[in-house]
């Protein structure tokens, strides 16, 4: 669906973005993640046509956006940056001035799609009495106007109550689960891209640091949460097995080694195991980790 071909962006002479590759297949949630500044909205901003890159191209469905930014971004929606909308205007009216620009739709399927979105009681009211969840709702509505097959959220949960993020959470989830749509959204709040994406791109400083299954990010440790009668007697047998100390309890094994021959040894030494357990990290503690092996600080992460 989307291709980007050494992506790079520089900004009075200071690079905001290093050369990216990187493909999104049709079909699936994927995330971008980073703290602010990473580089995640330039990206965005590049794709959409809204930003011109210092050097390489965005193409969606093989088509540049550099080259032909009309055809390339047809059956596209978006929400990128702060949303504009007529305040004074009713929600209903500003989805009617939009469409009358992009494509003209019936009454009743800009209804379907206010209903989609969950806004049917609020959309005849003036948009200057909406909450900011009522807003992002709105951007929403006006990005699947008319249906495209691919969507680019920029933060769509910014700004958001944690009852407002499930909701927003739910509705990317529904889009692709019942419409089959190609969701690609940028956020730093890691549980919801942890909940939604099976892909993730992650920028650290316009660098592209890792790119796959978020899952991978655990690398080759694998975590155990291990109760024993005697730690003292199972030191030696830990570190024959190479385990490293992670906290007071958990231990981090090489991919190597065996849990079942380690539990084996320290049963033959006389130590009493009185539980052991796998420990899944969260995608933060694999975040924080993976931003530590570049050498880098990163910002505080939601």
Known sequence: MIRLEGLTKSFGGKCALHPLFLEIKAGEIFGFLGHNGA????????????LHPTAGEALIRGVSVQRNRLQALQGIGAIFETPAFYDYLSGWSNLKIFTGYTARLTDAELRETVEF??????????VRVYSHGMRQRLA????????????LLDEPAEGLD???????????????????????????????????????AILNQGRLIFNGPWTDLRGSDNHFELQLNNWPAAMPVLVKF??????????????NADIADLIAALVQAGVRIQA??????????????????EGAVPLPLA
């Open 39 to 50: 580089g995640k909205s330039t990206t965005f901003g590049l794709i959409l046509g809204q």
């Open 117 to 126: 979105v969950g806004l049917s009681k609020r959309i005849d009211d003036p």
């Open 140 to 151: 929403l509505a006006q990005a699947l106007l008319p249906r495209p097959d691919l969507v």
């Open 162 to 200: 944690p009852e407002g993020i499930h909701e927003m959470r739910e509705l990317i989830l529904r889009l692709n689960r019942e419409r089959g749509m190609t969701v690609v959204f940028s956020s730093h709040l890691l549980s919801e891209v942890e909940q939604m994406c099976q892909r993730v």
């Open 242 to 255: 190479g385990a490293a100390i992670v906290s007071h309890g958990t231990i981090s094994l090489t991919q």
């Open 276 to 293: 052991v357990q796998p420990v899944r990290q969260s995608l933060e503690e694999m975040y924080l980790g993976t931003i530590k092996k």
